[in-house]
Nanobody, 129 residues
Framework: QVQLAESGGGLVQAGGSLRLSCAAS???????????MGWFRQPPGKEREFVAA????????YYADSVKGRFTISRDNAKNTVYLQMNSLKSEDTAVYYC???????????????????WGHGTQVTVSS
């Protein structure tokens, strides 16, 4: 079992920045670098959507078109932590942000929530216009 804990959410004005962190613990499937990591978000009244993902090594990243060029995902395997740097925030970025982990060599896609094995409880990000 992997436990994921997000932090760093809050209230920010449009155009501002936030950095989310997700600390992982447990890893019964070996170490943290046996997991690819992703960020998803769920805006009010909408379904959960993909935001960004990063491979186990950090060498490959994936982004939703809506955040490309504004958000950056990174990871520090020594600290068992993945980050989401969010710049130029917009009101439509308001959502609960979730961190997720998927085991190495899992089938499926980085882009779909159903293909992740573990989830955090989420952190609220509110962007005021």
């Amino acid at each position: 079992q992997v436990q994921l804990a997000e932090s760093g959410g809050g209230l920010v004005q449009a155009g501002g920045s936030l950095r989310l962190s997700c600390a992982a613990s447990g890893h019964t499937y070996g170490s943290f670098n046996n997991y690819a990591m992703g960020w998803f978000r769920q805006p009010p009244g909408k379904e959960r959507e993909f935001v960004a993902a990063i491979s186990w090594s950090g060498g490959t990243t994936y982004y939703a078109d809506s955040v490309k060029g504004r958000f950056t995902i990174s990871r520090d395997n020594a600290k068992n932590t993945v980050y989401l740097q969010m710049n130029s925030l917009k009101s439509e970025d308001t959502a609960v942000y979730y961190c997720a982990a998927r085991r190495l060599y899992s089938s499926g896609s980085y882009y779909y929530a159903r293909d992740y094995d573990y989830w955090g409880h989420g952190t609220q990000v509110t962007v005021s216009s």
